[in-house]
Structures are given as C-alpha cells and as structure tokens.
C-alpha cells in the first residue's frame, strides 16, 4: 500500500472516532439531566397541587367540625346571606333603583358594615350609625350652608375651621369610657359623614336632596338588619352572657373540688379520660380570661328588647359584678394550685394530718359555687344555700381549730428559749427538754406547703361567700322565682286554717245532733 493510500485510510479512521466521540458527546450525564427537567418541573407542580389541595380539605374539614359544634355559627352566615340578597333587589329592580334616587349601594354597604353576630350588637350598631349619619349630616349642611353665605373669602376657613373642632371633639369623646363603651360606632360614622359633607363642593339644595336619599337607604339596610336578626333564629347577647357566667361557676367549682382531692387523695374520677381531668383541673383559667367578654355582652345586652325569661330592663351590671367575686375566688384557687405544684412538696405523713377536713372543706365550697350555679341556671332563688353555707363554714372553722391547736397535733411545734437561770442543774434540764423538743419539730420546709395550702382554703371560704352575695343582690334585682318549699309554707297556713275550720263546723253539727237527740 502505498505512502498515500496509509494517510487516506488513517484519516477514515480518525473520522470515525470523532464521529463516535460527538455521539457519545451527545449521550452525556447533562443532557440525559436536561431531558428529565420538564418532567421534574411536571412533578413538582402536581406534588404542589396535591399540598394545596390536602391543606383546603382539611381547612373544610375544620369548618366543617366547627358548624357541627356550633350550628348558630352557620345560620349566621345564611342570615347575612339572606338580608344581602334582599336589600339587593333596591339595586337590581328598577322601579326600586329609582325610587331610592339611585343610592341603593349605600343599603349594601350599611347590611354589611351592621349585620352582626347577636342581635344586641346589631342593634347597637343599628342605632350607632342612624343617629351618627343624621346628626353629622344636618351639621354639616349647617356649617356648608353659613361657609357659602360667608363668601369666597371666608367661606374655606369656616368650613376648615369647624372639620377640625368636631372631628377633635368628637375623636377626644371615644376615648371617654362610658362613651367608648356604647357610641364608638356612632363617633366613628359621625366623623366619616361630617368630613364627607363639610367639604363637599355641592350646593345646599342638592346636599339636602342628597342627605334624605343617603339617610332612606341607610334606614332601609338598617331595618332589614334588625328584622332578620330577631325573627330568624335571634342570638340574644343577654342570654350568652347568661350561660357564660353559669358555666364558668360549674368550672370554677369542678376546679376548685379537683386540685384539693387530687393534692390530698391523689384519685380521679372514675370513669373519665385523662383529657377531660386536665380539663375540670384548668377550668378556672376561663374565669380568669373572661372579663372582657363579660362586659362587652353586658354592654350589647342593654340595647336587647325583652326576650324569654330576662326583661327589658334586666339588670346585666350585675353580671358582671358576679364576674367580678368569681375572678378573685379564681384567682384564690391560682395561688393556691401554684402552691400545690411547687416543687417544695410536704411528706404524705404532715398532709395526712389535714387531708380529711381539707377535702371535706373543698368538697362544701364546690358545692355552694354549684348550687349558686344552679339558681342562676333555673333563676329561682335556692332554699339550700343557706345550709350548704353553714355546713361551709363549720368545716372553715374544724381547720381552724386543727392548725390552732397544732402543738398537741404535733403539726407545728415551736421551740421557746430557755429562761436565764443561775443554777447549773437547771440549765442542763432546760437543755434537755430543749433538744427533745427539736428532735419532734418537723423541718420547716416541710410544713411550709401544708400550712400555706390551708390558709389559702380558708380565704378561698371568704371569697366564696362573696360570690353568693353578688347572685344574691342579683336575685333580687332580677326578681327570681321564690323556691317552692317556700310557696308552699305561705300555702299551708291557711290550709291548716280551713281544715281547722272545717273540724270545728263538723264539731259543732256533732253537738246540735246530740242535742236534738236529747
């Protein structure tokens, strides 16, 4: 083979391997990588579809839970559904559109702004906003109506003027209690419709057409609101306050009975979860958080008509006075837990010595907070409280005896110091009994727990007779039914006179008969 026939067949070959080096090129890690990446970016997408879709149902399944536990919240929901759609037909009807001078929108607004929970919210809202939007609204076309004949020159700085003395006034107003407490809505509109007309370029014949339309439309929403909130399952913000204050008495009490007999027996219901346990044992800490909801529904509860078993001037002030004696009980019984799980625990032999009228003290003070409970619950007024209060305070004064007499319980035992003496004989006598006596001291670490938790028991008595004071003036203000035990005894006396009566007639048409006898 010839020297150029070598080059040209080494020069093939050399091709060849290059061709094979780009295919293999071509076949490489990155662009196997660069292939898969569209499928990668597909997954993803679906994994992402597929979180989204798991975290909805189980937002589903949670509200879902929520209407079984609460169905009120869900017909809150179609009650605003409802008065929506009806107040929208003033904008989708015409011969409703014109008659509202095409300001209908304003009824929209007004349903969704006021519509709310229970009916004394709405009301109050209801009220807050027709007395706000009129009485801003005639003084601003007062104050637009003395700019404009004051001039151009002067007309700017009246109107400028009087924006800022009542939005000052009145935002400085909100913050007043008694004002905050039931006008804050109807501040707030009044500053919002104050501004809107004071600086309005309109004439005063076109504001006083614009004021009746705007305040017709809002009336509308307004009764449309009250009509669906009290006929349609009403919620009555009294009656939630009712049963708030009841329940948290049943807590407090379960509270209260549980921490004394688990510190000193150590036992738990029978038949009841450890869930449910820790749940009776902290129930006192919804006392404690409950006071802004208290007063908030005391609030709204005064603009309530009469409904069901409360009138129309029920006193709900009292509520939260009631509120007020259980939040220091509860807050009685917090010490008094903070003191059971200290970590300074007494030995069992100094906790027995106080154990049984403990728990008999714990025992009587739950059942006064459940039978005041109960007499709230049913408003009439209890003939046991009384007795249950006895009983009460004759166990408060069994442990006050008790620890009094702790020397010869050999519960607490205090050295004396030894008189001074001269004779030698004597100081080594006092120094004996003095050594006998410090063998028997318990440490002081170790009653320091026992001691602390029977003194608060015995405030907790205290307070316990506060609550029943307060449901007792609650009583009378609310005027509960009189017991029937009583009923009966103003009853019987003159049944006991008729039968009397009765005996004495019979008596005496025994003597005639024996006489026309005779």
């Not at 989204?52 to 169905?71: E, N």
Request: charged share 20%; with cysteine.
């Amino acid at each position: 083979m010839s020297q150029q026939e070598k080059e040209v067949v080494q020069g093939a070959v050399e091709w060849k391997i290059k061709v094979g080096d780009d295919d293999n090129d071509n076949h490489s890690p990155a662009s196997s990588s660069l292939l898969l990446l569209p499928s990668l970016m597909v997954a993803c997408i679906w994994g992402a579809i597929l979180g989204v879709g798991m975290k909805v149902c189980k937002f589903m399944k949670k509200a879902w839970q929520m209407g079984l536990d609460d169905p009120r919240k869900f017909i809150h929901g179609l009650k605003v559904g409802a008065a929506l759609s009806a107040v929208s037909f003033f904008y989708y009807m015409k011969p409703l559109y014109e008659g509202v001078g095409g300001n209908s929108m304003w009824a929209v607004m007004t349903v969704v702004v006021v519509f709310e929970y229970t009916a004394g919210a709405t009301i109050c809202k209801v009220i807050n906003r027709i007395c706000g939007t009129s009485l801003a609204g005639f003084l601003a076309i007062g104050v637009h109506w003395l700019a404009n004949k004051a001039g151009e020159q002067w007309g700017p700085m009246i109107a400028g003027v009087s924006l800022f003395l009542f939005a000052s006034a009145i935002t400085f107003s909100r913050f007043i209690p008694s004002i905050k407490a039931r006008f804050d809505y109807g501040c707030l509109i009044f500053i919002l419709t104050f501004s809107l007309v004071a600086v309005s370029g309109y004439r005063v014949e076109k504001l006083l057409d614009l004021a009746q339309q705007r305040v017709s439309t809002v009336i509308i929403g307004t009764c449309l609101c009250i009509i669906v909130s009290m006929t349609i399952c009403p919620i009555w913000a009294g009656q939630e306050l009712h049963l708030l204050v009841t329940n948290n008495l049943d807590k407090l009490a379960n509270s209260l009975q549980g921490n004394v007999d688990e510190y000193f027996n150590n036992n738990q219901q029978e038949g009841a979860s450890d869930e449910e346990c820790r749940k009776k044992l902290i129930g006192y800490k919804c006392v404690l958080s409950s006071k802004a909801t208290e007063e908030t529904m005391a609030n709204l509860a005064r603009w309530e008509p009469a409904h069901g078993r409360f009138n129309f001037r029920h006193p709900w002030k009292q509520y939260v006075k009631v509120g007020a004696s259980m939040r220091t009980c509860a807050s009685c019984l917090d010490a008094l837990i903070a003191c059971i799980n200290s970590h300074n625990q007494a030995p069992d032999h100094i906790k027995n010595k106080i154990s049984g009228i403990s728990v008999k003290l714990g025992s009587k003070c739950a059942n006064v907070i459940k039978e005041v409970a109960t007499t709230m619950r049913n408003m009439t007024k209890s003939s046991k409280v009384d007795v249950l209060i006895m009983e009460m305070n004759d166990a408060v004064q069994e442990l006050r005896d008790l620890l009094n007499n702790s020397h010869s319980n050999n519960l607490l035992i205090i050295p004396q110091k030894p008189s001074t003496t001269t004779n030698e004989e004597d100081e080594e006598i006092v120094g004996s009994v003095v050594e006998l006596n410090m063998m028997m001291i318990p440490a002081v670490m170790e009653i320091i727990q026992v001691v602390t938790v029977a003194s608060l028991l015995i405030e907790t008595v205290s307070r316990v007779e506060d609550i029943v004071k307060a449901v007792d003036e609650l009583s009378n203000l609310a005027k509960f039914k009189e017991p029937k035990c009583v009923k009966d005894n103003k009853i019987h006396p003159t049944k006991q006179q008729n039968h009397h009566d009765d005996d004495h007639e019979a008596a005496n048409n025994n003597d005639n008969k024996t006489l026309q006898m005779v």
